[in-house]
């Protein structure tokens, strides 16, 4: 009985590049997660700088990287005492029927989706 032969470096190579850009995928992803997280939070801040009643409040948004790196969270501060705490008042109106006049943060999120969507599939793309 003959055998067939099969030479397979080929394709045990191309496994061990994509396992390698797998890596730098995963390497490279916190930088685009804290550049986005950056976007959205100068575009929340310059929204809430925007407005008369709310301006106060544009110098406590911030984000924090949670996850490694994979995941942000992004708005404004809301420590006691803090102008952050109007945030709320300034994005979803109050009892009284005043605030809810910034734009609601989520408009933000969408903004940045296609420019983060991009710069992850730049990464990908380089990482090959």
């Not at 406590?60 to 490694?68: A, Q």
């Not at 803090?82 to 945030?87: F, I, K, M, T």
């Amino acid at each position: 009985m003959s055998g067939v032969e099969f030479d397979a470096s080929e394709v045990r190579q191309f496994a061990a590049d994509l396992t390698r850009a797998g890596m730098k995928v995963a390497q490279g992803t916190p930088a685009v997660v804290s550049k986005g997280a950056l976007n959205i939070k100068k575009q929340l801040a310059q929204e809430l700088a925007g407005t008369r009643h709310f301006k106060g409040a544009a110098h406590t948004v911030s984000y924090d990287l949670l996850d490694g790196g994979f995941a942000a969270e992004i708005g404004p501060s809301s420590e006691s005492g803090s102008p952050g705490n109007l945030a709320n008042l300034a994005y979803f109106g109050g009892s009284n029927g005043g605030g809810g006049t910034v734009a609601d943060p989520r408009e933000a999120l969408t903004a940045e989706g296609e420019r983060f969507i991009k710069a992850l599939a730049d990464l990908a793309e380089r990482s090959i």
